[in-house]
């Protein structure tokens, strides 16, 4: 009797655990380390940019997000916690805070979250004192912070310098460029020069950051491509690697409007004409389609349609053998 009921509690330990998806979520936790190592060069570019440090941007967003794995970034991109104002005018998340259901900003992507911290600091009035300060002097940036409010934790500029100084993130500062010299918003005048930046194809203003940092691009079939993430559009893929959209929809043989499924292979330039060597054929299984195979083996639709003798639109059956390299005899 006693080892029926053990085994009963034991299945339902494992159905809780297993069928709980905070719990599974917590297995698949990023760590501070992998988080920085994901974003560090995000944030050099915003401090060449916007004349923020490195070190305080990155420690604040470790900080806001909890390494990335916050609901407010995983569910809305929102990587530092701001919330939405009299000013603020796109997609919004709610969620508990310091008052019951309070807004908090919601972004397409995680860069322009990082962006946007770059202008609510940069436009924010009550934050220019902040742009005084030796832009290598995070414990000054990071009480400065406080004082100007940006959080009400009391502990919030101990909390950031402990995080800069455990992983050596005042190392990221070193990367600044002091050649460009940041102009406070009420010190432009009509006379002064400015510079028009042309919006990129994903609606957030284009900057030199690395996508190669944000996704694992691998070669397939000696083609650059990685598997796309939940939210994607082939039109924000092009502007993270400065492509045009038709590029990208030519290179996927995909029609214009349509979307990756979360999982689905994206690639960066056009897919060869054959399947690399020892590839010969492919035994078309259910659920499968020409497309999809043709995406897996990294060759272009129109040459599988070739080599198989079939007309374009045409798909064949599960069980069907699938030429890869070779057209197929008559």
């Known amino acids: 009797m006693y080892l029926y009921r053990f085994k009963i509690f034991f299945v339902i330990v494992l159905s809780v655990w297993f069928g709980n998806p905070a719990f599974c979520e917590s297995l698949q936790k ?79 992507t995680a860069i322009e979250s990082y962006r946007d911290h770059s202008k609510f600091l940069t436009g924010g009035m009550r934050y220019q004192f902040l742009f005084d300060y030796d832009i290598k002097d995070y414990r000054k940036w990071a009480y400065g912070l406080k004082k100007a409010g940006y959080a009400t934790d009391p502990q919030y500029p101990e909390r950031l310098i402990r995080i800069i100084e455990e992983f050596q993130l005042d190392k990221l500062d070193t990367y600044y460029n002091s050649t460009t010299r940041y102009v406070r918003p009420e010190r432009l005048g009509s006379g002064s020069k400015s510079t028009t930046r042309r919006k990129g194809n994903s609606g957030i203003d284009d900057f030199s950051i690395n996508p190669y940092v944000t996704r694992n691009v691998e070669k397939r079939n000696n ?9 994607d559009t082939y039109e924000q893929i092009a502007a ?33 004409g054959s399947a690399p060597r020892g590839n010969d054929f492919h035994i078309l299984k259910q659920g499968e389609s020409l497309w999809s195979v043709a995406q897996w083996y990294g060759v272009r639709l129109n040459a599988l349609y070739r080599k198989n003798r079939m007309n374009p639109g045409e798909e064949p059956k599960p069980g069907q053998q699938i030429s890869l390299r070779k057209k197929v005899k008559k």
């Open 30 to 108: 990023n760590s501070r380390q992998q988080y920085i190592d994901v974003y560090a060069q995000l944030a050099i570019q915003e401090m060449n940019e916007y004349h923020i440090p490195a070190s305080i941007t990155m420690a604040q967003a470790c900080l806001e997000s909890g390494d990335g794995n916050s609901t407010l970034a995983l569910e809305a991109n929102n990587h530092f916690g701001i919330k939405c104002n009299s000013s603020w005018s796109g997609p919004s998340i709610r969620q508990d805070d310091e008052s019951r259901n309070e807004c908090f900003r919601k972004y397409g």
């Open 223 to 231: 083609v650059k491509a990685f598997f796309a993430k939940e939210g």
């Open 240 to 272: 993270e690697f400065s492509l045009k959209d038709w590029e990208i929809y030519r290179y996927n043989d995909v029609e214009q409007g349509a979307r990756p499924e979360a999982g689905s292979i994206v690639y960066l330039q056009g897919k060869r």
